[in-house]
């Protein structure tokens, strides 16, 4: 096994944190829409509306589970380095392991919640034909 220096799990930090605010930003906007959908949706029932709400509702808690995956990502590269500083090679090498098993299950899920998107879209498209 190779050994682990400073800067591997710190090669993360920046990749991890780019996505997460790429995961903010779009949580902040689903929040937006939801929140008019909701206003639009009390003032005009529709069954689209409510489609569209459902759907968002998922993709919430999706975009949820993929920031406490990639934060607990970065939380582990920090616990990582920390090991590597204090001479613990082999808890780091392990801990680094798990932040990179963290993030790429909050990159699958955030596969989940685009073809979950493409479903949205497709209801909004529906009420056209």
């Given at each position: 096994m190779e050994e682990l220096t400073l800067t591997t799990p710190s090669l993360l930090f920046s990749a991890v944190s780019l996505i997460l605010l790429a995961y903010t930003n779009r949580f902040l906007a689903y929040a937006q829409v939801v929140r008019n959908l909701k206003e639009n949706y009390r003032k005009e029932p529709s069954k689209i509306a409510l489609d569209q709400i459902k759907n968002l509702k998922k993709r919430l808690y999706l975009t949820?589970?993929?920031?406490?995956?990639?934060?607990?990502?970065?939380?582990?590269?920090?616990?990582?380095?920390?090991?590597?500083?204090?001479?613990?090679?082999?808890?780091?090498?392990?801990?680094?392991?798990?932040?990179?098993?963290?993030?790429?299950?909050?990159?699958?899920?955030?596969?989940?919640?685009?073809?979950?998107?493409?479903?949205?879209?497709?209801?909004?498209?529906?009420?056209?034909?």
């Open positions: 949820r589970a993929m920031q406490v995956l990639g934060i607990s990502s970065l939380l582990l590269c920090v616990v990582c380095t920390f090991l590597i500083y204090i001479g613990l090679q082999t808890a780091a090498v392990y801990t680094f392991a798990v932040a990179l098993l963290l993030l790429v299950a909050s990159l699958a899920v955030s596969i989940k919640e685009i073809l979950i998107s493409v479903h949205a879209l497709e209801i909004h498209l529906n009420d056209m034909e």
